[in-house]
């Protein structure tokens, strides 16, 4: 089963109420905590926040930020304080800037604030920059029957690596589930090499006993019972020193992730026969209109329809790129696209951070309005037509962004190309590549209209 038929069967099975739950990570939280299962502390703060009101709050440890209603780690952040100096993510923040970052976040959607959590002794040589070695449990259950785990995965940070980069950001290390111990870990560019350390000269992972792993078992089948009914459910739980803490739960986590351990022969139940089965127990589906399912769809997790025109718009995009794609020759597309540079080039890196933080927020909804959109148009819109009306609709914005292009090979050996864009240093379309893709290049805007952005946007913030 391909990672996109799994990531919509994921959406459309199960209970809705257990859909919405799960995009509610204050809900979620509630939840777990009523029935026994240990979460992180949540703190309220007064509006507008202030940095006496977040120093009131903020523990030892610091705090973690991220939105009540999201997924993929988007908008999140480490707050941490040393003294009277602050960090944001491991780097030093003015006060006044921090306070202003958080109150923009904010306005993409309702923030929570969680104290940051610290890894057991037995885990924390393999933290770096302030991020802990997350377990990532896979549970599952038929439609009639109990929760049982699927597999586990310790996720590590990379010593010099973006975590965000899908590909060499993380390191997942398969766990055995019937001992708890780490087998070795993988790079998903590299999945056919195991790594027996972090680093050539860095702390081991193979062969390692996880912590409190029964515990934290026990606790994921605890969690799934307590919500409605699902096919699957991904916990990720990092290991304190007092056990295992819940961060949040995902339905439809990413599929690759979710099967990498039956690569390697520890993966105890196929996920794709589970969701075979709620498949079959299914009633059939009735067509609906486009902006009925998207209505329904942003009901599910607590969320409105609120700008009708950027749905239309979107859908105007993708068909337009579509039609373009069929009668015009790629490289005079390209033309229109900007610059054409090397991945590793400097000015890649650059473009794709360039946008002030107010239009984050605007950037982040393009794309997930495309993406949504994108699954519902009875017409192809995948990943290369999503990149083209992203850009677009960005571009109208005078915000700039960076459009990936990439191949590889698929396990039969066949040819697969694909195309991913992220602007304002965050990923809207085509993301997580897969395993296979290596990037051949990027589009970057070109030298006079990127001046033009840059004109437009300081003019913006003078008004």
Known sequence: MSARSAALLLRELGSLDGQALLSDKLALTRRLAAVGVRVP????????????????????????????????????????RSGDAWQIDGVQIDPDRLIAHLAQMNKRGEMILQDRMVSVDGLA?????????VLRLATSRTPDGQPQLDSALLIIARPGFKPQNFLNGQIYAPIDPAT??????????TPDKMLDRREPDGPSMSGRVVPFFVEAVRDALLAMSAVPPLPAIHWDIVLTQEGPV?????????????????????????????????LDAAPPVQGQPVLQILQGRFGRVGMSVRNLGLVLEAIACLAIARLILLVVPFHKVADRLGDLVAPDDPRAIAAASKAP?????TAAEIGRTIESVARRVPFRAVCLQQALAGHTMLRRRRIPSVLHLGSGRDTDRKFIAHAWLEAAGLPLTGYPPAPQIREVGCFIPTTTSEQRMMRYHAAQERL
Not at 57 to 80: E, H, Q, W
Not at 125 to 133: I, K, M, T, V
Not at 357 to 361: I, L, P
């Open 41 to 80: 502390r949540v703190h309220s703060v007064r509006d507008p926040l202030c940095i006496g009101e977040l120093g009131r709050v903020i523990g030892p440890t610091g705090l973690f930020v991220k939105p009540r209603r999201g997924f993929g780690g988007r908008n999140v952040a480490a707050v941490t």
């Open 125 to 133: 040589d393999l933290s770096w920059g302030g991020r802990a070695p």
């Open 180 to 189: 708890g111990i780490v087998k070795g870990g993988v790079v998903l560019e």
């Open 246 to 278: 819940f961060l949040e739960g995902n339905s439809n986590g990413n599929w690759i992730v979710a099967t990498l351990a039956g690569r390697y022969g520890l993966q105890i139940r196929p996920l794709a026969a589970t969701l075979g089965q709620w």
């Open 357 to 361: 933080a107010a239009s984050a927020g």
